[in-house]
């Protein structure tokens, strides 16, 4: 008896292969997958030569999955087979000649390139599936307004002292130097109040910072300024205020706006640029001008007995601040090292993580 085959029409993605065989009302559709990677159809049907028996086998390229999918419709049986390993296969069959009832099927025909675009907009759908249904914390549009307006204020504000510090450097030059504090205090004041809640912030699970690196620098300032500028009136006209205000100042311009634009999902390279890299010279310079600070206060607490801490009488008449000021001078060294380590991780995040993301 003649073997009779079908025509067979194939097409491939990268992880599966598609046949379409011409058959028609196919019944008793037998297909197997041999242990050397053939696939064998057998089949009842109406092919190219009428109501018959119909078979043909292909072995294939390369290995494939042994599970089959097949569909029979009116018109023909469709059959989808999962490659063993996902990539592109150069022919179907092993055998470099094609065989004459193997044809392309246009209908699902496509090159590498084409379906490598094909697959990305599948996989871009599914992700965005995906996060759809990651349920959306109620309140985040809310939290992220508040974070917007919270670092626009300070962006403001810092803004501020530090183009009035540039011009009346500009202006008057060196003798700007002595009245910073009395030109610029106020907004330092409103600033570095609200920086509290940079320390609050964390704690309430809006931002990803970490408490203590926060602290540590809401703190730090705040001594400074507050108890060492701001108590201290012979503190206020030296030129020291100057430098610290100003190094503050310059690194606030960036990062608050770098904090605004997360916040719309945006980011600007230059701006991350500058607030992940300023602080390496800004940060030892600040904490040394605050040293300075701290170090010309002492004979002012030891003068003045401001703060100082009262003694039983046989230990002498009390206990100066600028001891606790010493101690503090150390604390502050301690600090800086912790905050630097910090902000080198977080720089080495930020650019560790944007290079995963180009490759
Ligand atoms: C032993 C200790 C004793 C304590 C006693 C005190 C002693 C202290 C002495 C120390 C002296 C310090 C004095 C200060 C001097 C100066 O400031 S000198 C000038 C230079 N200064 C700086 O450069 C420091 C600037 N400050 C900071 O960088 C921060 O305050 C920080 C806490 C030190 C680090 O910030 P952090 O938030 O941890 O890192 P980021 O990478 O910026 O942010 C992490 C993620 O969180 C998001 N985020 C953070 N804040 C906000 C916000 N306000 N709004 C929106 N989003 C925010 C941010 O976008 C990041 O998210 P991802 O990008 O998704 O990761």
Redesign the pocket.
Known sequence: MQILTPHVYWAQRHGEIFLRVELSDATNVDIRLMEDNTLQFRAQGHGAKGDNQYEFSLEFLEPVKPEIHQKSTQRQVDIKIKKREERWWQRLTLREKKPVFLGPDFDRWLDESDAEMELQAKEKINKISVESRVRKDPYLGLKKGY??M??LV?FLGFSWIFVNMTVRLFILGQDSFYDTFHTAADMMYFCQMMAVL?VI??LLG?????F??????????N??LFVIFGSLEEMQNKAVVFFVFY??S???IF??P???L??IDTEWKLLTWL??S??IP??P???V??AVAVIQSLPIFDETRLFSIPLPSVLGRSLSFSYTLQL?LV??????F??FR??YK??R??YRSRKKKVQ
Do not use: D, S
């Open positions: 974070l917007f919270y670092n300070q940079e912030n964390p809006l931002v990803k910072t970490k203590f690196p926060a602290m540590i620098q809401v703190a730090g300032r001594v400074i190094l503050w310059t690194i606030e990062r608050y770098f904090y605004m997360a916040c607030r992940y300023l602080w800004l940060y310079l600040g904490v001008a605050e503090y604390l502050m060294f301690l600090g800086l912790i905050n910090h902000l977080q720089r995040r930020r």
